[in-house]
C-alpha cells in the first residue's frame, strides 16, 4: 500500500535510564491487536478513543476512567490495513476509516457497543485512502489518497453518502493528511512529495485551488490551530513549521522551523485551547510545544517517551486533559497533562484477554463488578486497590455478551443485561457464593439489553433496550419480580436504542438517553 512506502527510515535512539515525566503516563500502554497502530481519534465528548491498525481492525476503547481503558465490544473488521480515523463532530454518531480501498469505511456510531457499518457506492479513490477529515461544519468528509486525490463526500443522508463533484487534484503525490480550518472553509492537504496545497471550501459544491506550496521534503501531517488561522505541518525533514494562512493564498511560515526531534515528524495535533501542540515523531517520543508566548514556541518540559517504537499519531481528548499516542508495536500510549493535578502512575488493575464492555462498583467501591463479551460476570475485590484480587469464578448465565452491570445500593444483587435480551440477578450477600436469584428476566419481544440501572432502594431495575423501550421491575422481592411498565413507542426517542438510563435520588424520576435525543424524561411510576 502507499502507506508502506511514507516513512523512509526508522530512527531508534538509545534510551539510557528514565527521565522524570512532566505528565504522567496512565498505567500501562494500551494493547490493541497484532500489528502496528495507525491512527487514533477520540470521540467529541471524550469518553471513546478508536484505535486502527495494521491487522486490519478497529478496536473501540472507553477512556472515561483515564487510568484504566477497557474496550468496548468486538473490534470493527476493515478488511485491510487501517490508515486514518476521525469521528463526526459534535456528536460523533458516525466514525470514519481509511483504508486500501476506493471508498472511506463508516460505521453509526448511535450504539458503540454494537456499531453499524454504511454503505457507499463504489467508485472513489483509485488506491488507499491514507488521510480524512471531517469538517467542523456541514456534512462534509474529506478524504486524501494515493491516487493524489481529494474527494469530498456529503453523509446528510446516512443511506446516500456521496462524493460531491470531481475529486480535487494538483497535490502530485500521496496526500497523507488532511486538516480543515475551524470555519471549514480551508482545507489543507499534505502530500508526500512536500506539496502543501490549501483549498477554498467557502462553498463544497465549488471548490477553488487557493494555492500550493513546495516544501523540501515529505509533508506527514498538517493540523490547524483550532479559532486561529494557524496550520502546523509536520516533515521528514524533522521539523515543524507554524504557517500563517490568514491570506490562503499566500501562506507564510510564522517563523523558523520547530526542531526537537531525531527523526521523521510523524503526527501533530494542537490542544483544544490552541495553547499546546503535540509533536509525534518517529524517534520514539512525543514533544509539547507552548504556545502562549508572544515569542517562538518552547518546549512543555522534556519530550514524552514511548516504548521503544516509532508514534505514527497522536491526539487530544476534547478536555485536553489526556494526550494518546500511538505506536507502531500495537500499542497506544495515554498521559494525563492536567498539571494543577498530575495523575500518578498507575498500572491497570485487571488481567484478561476478553473485551470488557461495563464496570459498576459497589457503594462503598471495594467491589467491583466487570462484564465480558464471553457472556460472564467477574467479581473484584479491590479492599486493596494495587493489589485486587478476583472473588471466585466469573458468573454465568447470559448466553449473549454482557452489555452492562450494576449492583443494588445495598451490595446484595447484581444485575447484568446482556445482547440476547434478558437480565441476570445474582444474591450477593454471601460473597464466596453468588448465584441465580431468579430466572433471567425476559419480555416477550426479546431486543438487546444496552444498558441497566437500580433505584437508590434497589427495589426497582430500568432496563433500557436496543428496540428504544425502557422496561422497570419490580424487585421488592427479588425471588419474585414482576413488570411494572413499557414506556410505548411513541415515547420520545423511542425509535432510536436507549444508551443509557439513570434513576433520581428518589425514584420518582427516570432519565433516559438515546442518541440524538439525550433529554427524554420518562416518570417511573
Same mark, same amino acid.
Given at each position: 500500500?502507499?502507506?508502506q512506502?511514507?516513512?523512509?527510515q526508522?530512527?531508534?535512539?538509545?534510551?539510557?535510564?528514565?527521565?522524570?515525566?512532566?505528565?504522567p503516563?496512565?498505567?500501562?500502554p494500551?494493547?490493541?491487536?497484532l500489528?502496528?497502530v495507525?491512527?487514533?481519534a477520540?470521540?467529541?465528548?471524550?469518553?471513546i478513543?478508536?484505535?486502527?491498525s495494521?491487522?486490519h481492525t478497529?478496536?473501540l476503547?472507553?477512556?472515561?476512567?483515564?487510568?484504566?481503558p477497557?474496550?468496548?465490544?468486538?473490534?470493527?473488521?476493515?478488511?485491510?490495513?487501517v490508515?486514518?480515523?476521525?469521528?463526526?463532530?459534535?456528536r460523533?454518531?458516525?466514525l470514519?476509516a481509511?483504508?486500501y480501498?476506493s471508498v472511506p469505511?463508516?460505521?453509526?456510531?448511535?450504539n458503540?457497543?454494537?456499531?453499524?457499518a454504511l454503505?457507499?457506492?463504489?467508485?472513489?479513490?483509485?488506491?488507499?485512502?491514507?488521510?480524512?477529515?471531517?469538517?467542523?461544519?456541514?456534512?462534509?468528509?474529506?478524504t486524501?489518497?494515493?491516487?493524489h486525490?481529494?474527494?469530498?463526500?456529503?453523509?446528510s443522508d446516512?443511506?446516500?453518502?456521496?462524493?460531491i463533484g470531481?475529486p480535487?487534484?494538483?497535490v502530485?503525490?500521496?496526500?497523507?493528511?488532511?486538516a480543515f480550518s475551524s470555519?471549514?472553509?480551508?482545507l489543507a492537504?499534505?502530500?508526500?512529495?512536500?506539496?502543501?496545497?490549501?483549498?477554498?471550501?467557502?462553498?463544497?459544491?465549488?471548490?477553488r485551488?487557493?494555492?500550493?506550496?513546495?516544501?523540501?521534503?515529505?509533508?506527514?501531517?498538517?493540523?490547524?490551530?483550532p479559532?486561529?488561522?494557524?496550520?502546523?505541518?509536520?516533515?521528514? @525533514?524533522? *521539523? /515543524?513549521? &507554524?504557517w !500563517?494562512?490568514? +491570506? $490562503?493564498?499566500? =501562506?507564510t511560515p510564522?517563523?523558523? #522551523?520547530? %526542531?526537537?526531534?531525531?527523526?521523521a515528524v510523524q503526527?501533530?495535533a494542537?490542544?483544544p485551547?490552541?495553547?499546546?501542540?503535540?509533536?509525534?515523531?518517529?524517534?520514539?517520543?512525543?514533544t509539547?510545544w507552548?504556545?502562549t508566548?508572544?515569542n517562538?514556541?518552547?518546549?512543555r518540559?522534556?519530550?514524552?517517551?514511548?516504548?521503544g517504537?516509532p508514534?505514527?499519531?497522536?491526539?487530544?481528548?476534547?478536555d485536553?486533559?489526556?494526550?494518546?499516542?500511538?505506536?507502531?508495536?500495537?500499542?497506544?500510549?495515554?498521559?494525563?497533562?492536567?498539571n494543577?493535578?498530575?495523575s500518578?502512575?498507575v498500572?491497570s488493575l485487571?488481567p484478561?484477554?476478553?473485551?470488557?464492555?461495563s464496570i459498576?462498583?459497589?457503594?462503598?467501591?471495594d467491589?467491583?463488578a466487570?462484564?465480558?463479551a @464471553?457472556? *460472564? /460476570?467477574t &467479581?473484584? !475485590?479491590?479492599? +486493596? $486497590?494495587?493489589t =485486587?484480587?478476583?472473588?471466585?469464578p #466469573?458468573? %454465568?448465565?447470559?448466553?449473549g455478551p454482557?452489555?452492562?452491570?450494576?449492583?443494588?445500593?445495598?451490595?446484595?444483587?447484581v444485575a447484568?443485561?446482556?445482547?440476547?435480551?434478558?437480565v441476570?440477578?445474582?444474591?450477593?450477600?454471601n460473597?464466596a457464593?453468588p448465584?441465580w436469584?431468579?430466572?433471567p428476566?425476559t419480555?416477550?419481544?426479546?431486543s438487546?439489553?444496552?444498558?441497566?440501572a437500580?433505584?437508590?432502594?434497589g427495589?426497582e431495575?430500568?432496563v433500557?433496550s436496543?428496540d428504544?423501550?425502557v422496561?422497570?421491575?419490580?424487585?421488592?422481592n427479588?425471588?419474585?419480580?414482576?413488570?411494572?411498565?413499557?414506556p410505548?413507542?411513541?415515547?420520545?426517542?423511542?425509535a432510536?436504542?436507549?444508551n443509557?438510563?439513570a434513576?433520581?435520588?428518589?425514584g420518582?424520576?427516570?432519565a433516559?438517553?438515546?442518541?440524538d435525543?439525550p433529554?427524554?424524561?420518562?416518570?417511573a411510576t
Amino acid at each position: 500500500s502507499s502507506r508502506q512506502t511514507s516513512r523512509k527510515q526508522t530512527y531508534v535512539p538509545e534510551v539510557k535510564g528514565s527521565a522524570q515525566r512532566t505528565h504522567p503516563r496512565l498505567g500501562k500502554p494500551i494493547q490493541t491487536g497484532l500489528g502496528p497502530v495507525n491512527a487514533v481519534a477520540f470521540s467529541p465528548n471524550g469518553r471513546i478513543l478508536a484505535i486502527g491498525s495494521e491487522d486490519h481492525t478497529v478496536t473501540l476503547w472507553n477512556v472515561s476512567h483515564r487510568t484504566h481503558p477497557h474496550r468496548i465490544g468486538m473490534p470493527l473488521d476493515a478488511g485491510e490495513p487501517v490508515y486514518a480515523l476521525a469521528f463526526s463532530p459534535r456528536r460523533g454518531t458516525i466514525l470514519a476509516a481509511g483504508a486500501y480501498g476506493s471508498v472511506p469505511l463508516l460505521w453509526n456510531m448511535s450504539n458503540p457497543a454494537r456499531p453499524t457499518a454504511l454503505q457507499l457506492p463504489a467508485g472513489g479513490h483509485a488506491g488507499a485512502i491514507d488521510s480524512l477529515a471531517f469538517a467542523p461544519r456541514g456534512p462534509v468528509l474529506a478524504t486524501g489518497g494515493g491516487d493524489h486525490n481529494v474527494i469530498l463526500w456529503d453523509y446528510s443522508d446516512l443511506a446516500r453518502v456521496h462524493p460531491i463533484g470531481s475529486p480535487l487534484a494538483g497535490v502530485g503525490g500521496t496526500v497523507r493528511s488532511l486538516a480543515f480550518s475551524s470555519d471549514a472553509h480551508v482545507l489543507a492537504g499534505g502530500s508526500l512529495n512536500g506539496t502543501l496545497v490549501l483549498w477554498d471550501l467557502t462553498d463544497p459544491a465549488v471548490p477553488r485551488q487557493a494555492s500550493v506550496l513546495h516544501t523540501a521534503d515529505s509533508i506527514n501531517a498538517v493540523a490547524f490551530a483550532p479559532g486561529k488561522p494557524i496550520l502546523a505541518s509536520g516533515s521528514d @525533514d524533522h *521539523t /515543524v513549521t &507554524l504557517w !500563517d494562512v490568514s +491570506q $490562503p493564498a499566500a =501562506p507564510t511560515p510564522v517563523q523558523q #522551523p520547530l %526542531t526537537s526531534h531525531l527523526a521523521a515528524v510523524q503526527s501533530v495535533a494542537f490542544s483544544p485551547d490552541g495553547k499546546t501542540l503535540a509533536t509525534g515523531s518517529s524517534d520514539q517520543t512525543v514533544t509539547l510545544w507552548d504556545l502562549t508566548g508572544a515569542n517562538r514556541p518552547v518546549p512543555r518540559g522534556r519530550p514524552l517517551t514511548g516504548r521503544g517504537s516509532p508514534l505514527s499519531s497522536t491526539t487530544f481528548s476534547p478536555d485536553g486533559r489526556i494526550l494518546a499516542a500511538a505506536g507502531e508495536d500495537g500499542s497506544v500510549i495515554l498521559w494525563g497533562l492536567d498539571n494543577k493535578n498530575p495523575s500518578r502512575h498507575v498500572e491497570s488493575l485487571l488481567p484478561g484477554t476478553t473485551p470488557v464492555s461495563s464496570i459498576a462498583f459497589s457503594p462503598t467501591s471495594d467491589t467491583l463488578a466487570v462484564g465480558t463479551a @464471553d457472556n *460472564t /460476570v467477574t &467479581l473484584w !475485590d479491590l479492599t +486493596q $486497590p494495587l493489589t =485486587p484480587h478476583q472473588l471466585g469464578p #466469573p458468573l %454465568t448465565g447470559p448466553t449473549g455478551p454482557v452489555s452492562s452491570v450494576a449492583i443494588s445500593a445495598d451490595g446484595h444483587l447484581v444485575a447484568a443485561g446482556s445482547a440476547d435480551g434478558t437480565v441476570t440477578l445474582w444474591t450477593f450477600e454471601n460473597q464466596a457464593r453468588p448465584h441465580w436469584v431468579t430466572p433471567p428476566l425476559t419480555r416477550s419481544r426479546l431486543s438487546p439489553v444496552n444498558t441497566i440501572a437500580f433505584t437508590q432502594d434497589g427495589q426497582e431495575l430500568a432496563v433500557g433496550s436496543a428496540d428504544g423501550t425502557v422496561a422497570i421491575w419490580n424487585l421488592v422481592n427479588p425471588a419474585r419480580p414482576y413488570l411494572l411498565s413499557v414506556p410505548a413507542d411513541g415515547s420520545a426517542g423511542a425509535a432510536l436504542p436507549v444508551n443509557s438510563v439513570a434513576f433520581s435520588p428518589d425514584g420518582k424520576t427516570l432519565a433516559v438517553e438515546h442518541p440524538d435525543a439525550p433529554r427524554a424524561r420518562t416518570a417511573a411510576t
